[in-house]
Structure formats: structure tokens, C-alpha cells
């Protein structure tokens, strides 16, 4: 607990993606995926609870074997790639609080798409949210100033456009403000948040800007460049 707040940690690790069939649980560094959060979150004595939120058994054992809770199953109906984080979410809060009979306060998630997180990010997140009285915390990373959002363009019917239209007005990157962008290292939200204004991102929410490098996994090369930077890391 952190300011006597009881917090569920909340893995969400669906089997079918389509980018890496059952990366969740592919093998990189010498363990699953899913363990690398499953290791962080055992470095956390804060958090209170730990479950994966899966609709695959394999997954879910897997999971276990790396020291994650596993107690319910997440129906078909949130299992598709277009499901809403918020979701999923209620879905686990809802099932644990029935499984657990209590009620927790704060609900952290944490994809294991994400394994280079830190113990001290997790920490940073939940005492943002709770001592400066948020009602959710994202980790974010600055955006380059090449990829700043007025810079960004779309085509349309072949027509090339500005994405916003203030992007007409930038004559030099010295006009454009910082800019960031979420980084899926940790969502933190309270149970407030989740159930009665029904949202991941409160009307009152806080950033945690985290400078270090991250990697978030859809692809194969994301795989190989995250097994370069644990290699490094080992030496």
C-alpha cells in the first residue's frame, strides 16, 4: 500500500495478436515476455495484487510460473483488437474485488509489451497519483521535435494535407512547444476513475515524463532490439 491505498496491478496479455502470434509469452533474454513485468512487480512490495487479464490458458499458465495471479479468464467478448483498455480494466477491478472481497483503491496497468519498465517508474507513477491527487497518472516520453505533432500530415483521395491546421502557421521548430506521447510503460488510475467517470485519463491527470529508453514490442524487430539492449545490459 502506499498512503494506505490498496493497489491492483493488472496485466493485460490477450493471445491473439496478429503482429507476433502469442508474444506475450515468446521467449527473449531466456524467459517469456510476460515475466520481465512479472519480475518488475516483484520488486514493488506496494502493490498489493498482481493478476494477468488473458483469455488464453497457455498464457495464463505461463503467467503463473512467473509469479502473476491468473484467477479468472477474460470472456471472448474482450478479447479482440479492438477492445478498449478501459474494458478490460473494469473487467479485472470488478473480478477482483468478487474474488478478493475488498475494494481496491488504485488500479496500475502495466503491458508486458512494455518489460524495460523500473521499479522506481512504478513508484514515481503511484505516489504522483496519489499525493498530488490525481485521478490517473500516465508515463510519457518527449516527442522529437522531427515527429512534433504540427509537423504530422495526411493524404486524402491523394490530396497531401496538414494533420492540423496550425501546422500552415510553423515557419521554424522554435515555434513548436514540447509535445509527448504516452509510452505504455504504466497507466495509473483510481478506482474512481475507472467506474464513475468511465475513463483511463481523468478530468485531473498527471504525467510522469521518463527519459530512459523504451521499447515496445509488436514486432519481430522489436524483439531483436530489445534482446541487443538486454545483451548490452548483461555485459
Known sequence: MVESKRILAVVPARGGSKGVPLKNIRPVGGIPL???????ISECPFIDRAVVSTDGEAIARIAEESGLAAPFRRPESLSGDRIADWDVLVHALVEMERIDACVYDVVMMLQPTSPLRKPSQLIKVLETLILERYDSVWTVSET???FHPLKQLVITDGRLDYFDPRGRDII??????KAYHRN?????MTR???LDEKKIMGAKA???IISDPVVNIDT??????LENILSSHAR
Open 34 to 40: 510476460i515475466a520481465h513485468t512479472a519480475r518488475t
Open 144 to 146: 522529437d521535435v522531427k
Open 172 to 177: 521554424a521548430r522554435q515555434q513548436l512547444g
Open 184 to 188: 505504455g510503460l504504466a497507466y495509473a
Open 192 to 194: 474512481a476513475c475507472l
Open 206 to 208: 498527471g504525467a510522469v
Open 220 to 225: 519481430l524487430e522489436d524483439f531483436r532490439t
